[in-house]
């Protein structure tokens, strides 16, 4: 008797198999709504990034939803590799757009809006040494922030594309 003739590993397989559509959906949609929505703030902001970045979100969630619908009408667990690969892309066009933003932060012009009402009235509060370091520090918070950001999206991607990469091509038939 084969291992996969054991009722017990094709219902884990089947399990496996609920979960990696239920990721993927989550995973699909969120992406697809994401993109819209940035899309649409983008768009009113007339930000050329914003709007380049939202498309990018739209096509991997366009993809991944693709993918996961031919994995679950075929029973083809191929489909994880490409929604892997999809994970790497998604990884690289956000590290992409975040480097972007890093390099093109104007330090004198996030100091300038740091010295403008409602926010300097919040800074007030603090001492003038504090107060002084935040504002001189503030532009390498902010790149610090856009590399956290982009370290995290390839600990999630990755971790999803771990996932999705299959054991097997085929699902096994019940």
Known sequence: MAIDDHPEQRAAEKGKD?????LS???????????????LISGFARSLSGIIISLAILIHGSLELSFRKTASERGDRFQGRRM?????????SVSLYLAYQ??????DAVVEALMRPPIY?????????VRTWLIQSAPKMIGSFYAL?????????????????PRRKQAPVS
């Open 149 to 165: 950001a982009a370290i995290v999206s390839w600990i999630v991607c990755g971790a999803t594309a771990a996932f999705y990469w």
């Open 18 to 22: 609920r979960l990696f559509l239920a």
């Open 84 to 92: 892997a690969f999809n994970q790497m892309g998604l990884a690289t």
């Open 102 to 107: 890093a390099f093109s932060l104007e330090p």
């Open 25 to 39: 959906g989550i995973n699909g949609w969120s992406l697809v709504v994401a993109g819209m929505v940035s899309l």
């Open 121 to 129: 009235d919040v800074l007030v509060l603090y001492p003038l040494d």
